[in-house]
């Protein structure tokens, strides 16, 4: 990763990525998050963070290339928030998997 100047940037943060570059927020009248890239000792991943409750989440390229295999009924279940965030909010986003369907 480089700085704006061209020059190479040797810091890294307590995970070992290299400091990100800002992507921006991105927001509805449902959620606000900023999208951070960073790079890291395994290749580059993007650091979503939820701005409402500060929680984080990391993707990578297979996870992102997930994203946009999965069929419609699974961005559902998803995306009810009844599943998860608003009945157990306290949990956050350690809940790895959606129950099956």
Request: aromatic share 6%; no cysteine; glycine share 10%.
């Given at each position: ?48 963070e ?7 989440r ?22 009810d ?10 949990r ?10």
């Amino acid at each position: 990763m480089t700085n704006d100047d061209g020059a190479g940037d040797d810091r890294t943060g307590d995970d070992g990525a290299r400091p990100g570059i800002e992507l921006g927020v991105v927001s509805s009248e449902f959620a606000t998050v900023k999208v951070t890239l960073e790079q890291g000792a395994s290749g580059a991943r993007l650091r979503v963070e939820d701005l409402r409750s500060e929680a984080v989440r990391y993707l990578d390229a297979l996870e992102l290339e997930s994203l946009v295999w999965a069929p419609e009924d699974w961005w559902r279940r998803l995306l009810d928030p009844s599943l998860h965030r608003w009945r157990d909010a306290g949990r956050g986003p350690d809940i790895e998997s959606l129950p099956s369907g």
